[in-house]
T-cell receptor, first 112, second 115 residues
Framework: LAKTTQPISMDSYEGQEVNITCSHN???????ITWYQQFPSQGPRFIIQ???TKVTNEVASLFIPADRKSSTLSLPRVSLSDTAVYYC?????????????FGTGTRLKVLA | DADVTQTPRNRITKTGKRIMLECSQT?????MYWYRQDPGLGLRLIYY???????NKGEISDGYSVSRQAQAKFSLSLESAIPNQTALYFC??????????????FGEGSRLTVL
């Protein structure tokens, strides 16, 4: 089963760029890498997804090296409202099915 | 109205009671999931269903059962609740045919307290 490893927590200041790296050494060929954001007492919500190289959307960028064994979520110029837990997931594909396993995530605290 | 609706949102019960948490979705997705979250921890997958006739155990299925009554409904049951099942429960859906591979859409959560 694909498993991910992320830092438990990170602190940053408003206006800074934040990079959160996730390791997924056992990623399978067909797996996508997906990042979710969760605020307290709310369900996680999708941020960004990629398969290889770089993906950018209106809220974040995702960098994936050629070997795909890690990925980095980049949040440009964070604000206090970006304080949340960030999860890295890889599609888990035993027998051709997907089931999404969340790790403990990275707790990001943005300071004023 | 929310696309993924969970009921009840909060429930306090006693040890040994049977509890059902319900989830319904209007997104037309074929896949549904139940997760559990304990304070300060990540989400753990309890059960998942890829269609009405397909039910699969997740990481922590012991003590739980599920029923997929229709494509839009997926319920989670605790036959005999125990205190260590006190947690925040989330239902999620995904579309097997989605452009984004399996993006999950979550409900607002059901907070269960077992005394």
């Amino acid at each position: 089963l694909a498993k991910t490893t992320q830092p438990i927590s990170m602190d940053s200041y408003e206006g800074q760029e934040v990079n959160i790296t996730c390791s997924h050494n056992n990623i399978a060929t067909n797996d996508y890498i997906t990042w979710y954001q969760q605020f307290p007492s709310q369900g996680p919500r999708f941020i960004i997804q990629g398969y290889k190289t770089k993906v950018t959307n209106e809220v974040a960028s995702l960098f994936i090296p050629a070997d795909r064994k890690s990925s980095t979520l980049s949040l440009p110029r964070v604000s206090l409202s970006d304080t949340a837990v960030y999860y890295c997931l890889v599609g888990d594909t035993p027998s051709g099915t997907y089931k999404y396993i969340f790790g403990t995530g990275t707790r990001l605290k943005v300071l004023a | 109205d929310a696309d993924v609706t969970q009921t009840p949102r909060n429930r306090i019960t006693k040890t040994g009671k049977r509890i059902m948490l319900e989830c319904s979705q209007t997104k037309g997705h074929d896949r549904m999931y139940w997760y559990r979250q304990d304070p300060g921890l990540g989400l753990r997958l309890i059960y998942y269903s890829f269609d009405v006739k397909d039910i699969n155990k997740g990481e922590i299925s012991d003590g739980y059962s599920v029923s997929r009554q229709a494509q839009a409904k997926f319920s989670l049951s605790l036959e005999s609740a125990i205190p260590n099942q006190t947690a925040l429960y989330f239902c999620a859906t995904s579309d097997s045919g989605a452009g984004r591979a399996g993006e999950l859409f979550f409900g607002e959560g059901s907070r269960l307290t077992v005394l």
